[in-house]
């Protein structure tokens, strides 16, 4: 009988013993998940933007101040095919401005020559990547006016920029895309129409060589020339 008795006390000592570790267990992992549940919250800002986004109302504003700070005029552009450099005018400031502005972005970074026309015109800043519209609406939908009237003539090695694909009577430009006339003795015939903005200084080998490759029945180059990279040199 006596043995019965220390039977069962030393089972209701285990018994007690093993909700007591239970208990502690269960009030260490409460802890640790108050512990976690209290630690400080990590607070991640929007990055603000350094411009505003860009549309037709607020765009030449825009370029106009933007034009008083930023007086850079000489770019290179480097391409699948070599690098050349383009000196842009003061004279058509929105225009330089433009370019300037798209270059500090790096938005011509990885557009392709997307239009090109031996003995006429190559014409880049486009892309088939959806990288690029992902720029584009990032920078802002704009376009800008024409500025024609300051005696520039589409000679052989100027910049000018094309008008936009939507059709207006006057002549709105796509301030994301530029052609460069590659025709010997000019393409006159443009003068009006495009404003130019700039003319190459150095490398219409370059330019050359890009018109001469073969291209799809829209002009695209069957394979696709990129512009690795526009920087500014002064």
Not at 26 to 51: C, S
Not at 200 to 206: A, D, K, L, S, Y
Request: proline residues 4%; hydrophobic residues 35%; aromatic residues 12%.
């Amino acid at each position: 009988m006596r043995f019965f008795l220390m039977l069962c006390v030393f089972f209701i000592f285990l018994n007690c013993e093993d909700k007591k570790t239970k208990n502690n267990s269960a009030t260490k992992t409460e802890v640790e998940q108050k512990d976690t549940t209290n630690a400080p919250e990590v607070l991640t800002e929007e990055p603000k933007r350094e411009f505003p986004l860009l549309d037709s109302k607020n765009a030449m504003e825009f370029f106009l101040q933007y034009d008083k700070k930023h007086k850079e005029n000489k770019v290179r552009i480097t391409t699948d095919f070599g690098s050349f450099d383009v000196l842009l005018y003061d004279e058509t400031k929105f225009h330089r401005s433009n370019f300037i502005f798209l270059t500090k972005l790096k938005y011509f970074n990885g557009t392709q020559f997307y239009r090109v026309i031996d003995n006429f015109m190559v014409q880049a800043g486009h892309s088939d990547d959806k990288k690029t519209i992902e720029k584009r609406n990032s920078i802002g939908q704009y376009l800008l006016p024409p500025d024609t009237k300051r005696g520039f003539k589409h000679d052989r090695g100027v910049i000018s920029m094309p008008s936009s694909e939507i059709e207006n009577p006057h002549k709105l430009a796509s301030p994301f895309e530029f052609f460069i006339v590659q025709q010997h003795g000019g393409a006159h015939y443009l003068d009006g129409d495009y404003t130019i903005f700039g003319h190459v200084t150095r490398g219409m080998e370059v330019i050359d060589k890009i018109a001469a490759v073969e291209t799809d029945e829209a002009d695209w180059p069957l394979r696709n020339i990129y512009i690795r990279n526009v920087e500014i040199i002064e």
